[in-house]
C-alpha cells in the first residue's frame, strides 16, 4: 500500500511535469510565432512576460534596437527571475545602452539570485568582450574606441592593473600626437 503522503508527492511531480510540457509547448508557439502574431499576442496578454520576450528576440532579428530593447525591459518588469528574459535584456541594453547598463542589468537580476550561473557567465563574457576589444582597438590604431573600452573594463575591474597600465600609455600616446 502506497502512504498517503507518497501519493501527495506523486501527484505533485505529475502536475509539475505537466505545468513544465506546457510551458515548453507555449514557448514553442511563441518561438514560431510571426512578428505581427506577436504583437498581437502582447496586446492581448499584457502580463505574458514570455511574450514580451519572444516579441524582443524577433524585433532584434528584425533589426528594430530600441523596439527590442523595449518589449525585453517589458518582459524583465513582468518577470524578474527568469534568467533567459534577463540575459536577453542585458543583452538588448548593451546594444541600446552601452556595456555599463548593461552591466547594471546583469548586476540586478544577480542582487536577487546570486547563485545564477547563466548571468555570471554572461557578465563574465560581455568583460571578456570589453578587454579583447580594448587589445584589438589599440592593435588597430583606433584609440578612442580602445581608451572607451579601457574605461569600461575599469569601471568593472577598477583595480585591475593591467588595464590601468594600458589605459595610461595609450591617453599618453594620444596626447603627444
Do not use: C
Not at 518577470?79 to 547598463?101: F, K, L, R
Not at 583595480?159 to 595609450?170: H, R, T, V
Request: proline share 4%.
Amino acid at each position: 500500500m502506497i502512504a498517503p503522503l507518497a501519493l501527495l508527492l506523486l501527484a505533485l511531480a505529475g502536475i509539475a511535469a505537466y505545468l513544465w510540457y506546457g510551458r515548453i509547448q507555449a514557448d514553442r508557439a511563441l518561438e514560431d510565432a510571426t512578428l505581427e502574431q506577436l504583437r498581437q499576442i502582447t496586446a492581448e496578454q499584457p502580463r505574458n512576460a514570455r511574450a514580451f520576450h519572444y516579441l524582443g528576440l524577433r524585433l532584434t532579428r528584425a533589426r528594430q534596437p530600441v523596439q527590442a530593447f523595449e518589449a525585453h525591459a517589458r518582459a524583465a518588469k513582468l518577470d524578474p527571475d527568469d534568467e533567459e528574459i534577463w540575459a536577453a535584456y542585458a543583452g538588448a541594453t548593451n546594444a541600446q545602452h552601452g556595456p555599463t547598463e548593461a552591466f547594471r542589468v546583469m548586476d540586478d537580476f544577480l542582487k536577487r539570485h546570486p547563485d545564477n550561473t547563466k548571468l555570471k557567465q554572461e557578465r563574465d563574457s560581455l568583460l571578456a568582450i570589453l578587454k579583447r576589444g580594448a587589445e584589438l582597438f589599440t592593435a588597430d590604431k583606433h584609440y578612442n574606441e580602445a581608451i572607451r573600452s579601457y574605461r569600461y573594463w575599469l569601471a568593472e575591474e577598477p583595480d585591475n592593473a593591467q588595464a590601468q597600465q594600458a589605459l595610461d600609455l595609450l591617453l599618453k600616446k594620444v596626447n603627444h600626437k
